[in-house]
Nanobody
């Protein structure tokens, strides 16, 4: 079974940076695209980013485009989300998930087969 473990969350000030990691068990990166989703209390889950299993395409939600960058390291079976210029509205629990389709629009979370347990990000002064 595919397992994903997120790490790297924490408390940062507005304008700061943070890098999240998603460790994936087994050779998952050879078979699945990996996406990042986030959910704040009282809000719906939001697609943040996704990187294709081939590594040649990536997708970003409009709210993070130009500020976040997704990447992968196949030697470590790890996907990263580099977050810069963080805003208070980025505060949420961030999840990584495995998918065959790499979509980030509303409702696309049902295209993801496996999910991690999340890591909390808080942006506050």
């Amino acid at each position: 079974q595919v397992q994903l473990v997120e790490s790297g969350g924490g408390l940062v000030q507005p304008g700061g940076s943070l890098r999240l990691s998603c460790a994936v068990s087994g050779p998952t990166l050879d078979h699945y695209s990996i996406g990042w989703w986030r959910q704040a209390p009282g809000k719906e889950r939001e697609g943040v980013s996704c990187i294709k299993k081939s590594g040649d395409r990536a997708f970003y939600g409009d709210s993070v485009k130009g500020r976040f960058t997704i990447s992968r390291d196949k030697t470590k079976n790890t996907v990263y989300l580099q977050m810069t210029s963080l805003k208070p509205e980025d505060t949420a629990t961030y999840f990584c998930a495995a998918t065959l389709f790499c979509a980030t629009e509303v409702g696309a979370e049902f295209e993801y087969d496996y999910w991690g347990q999340g890591t909390r990000v808080s942006v506050s002064s």
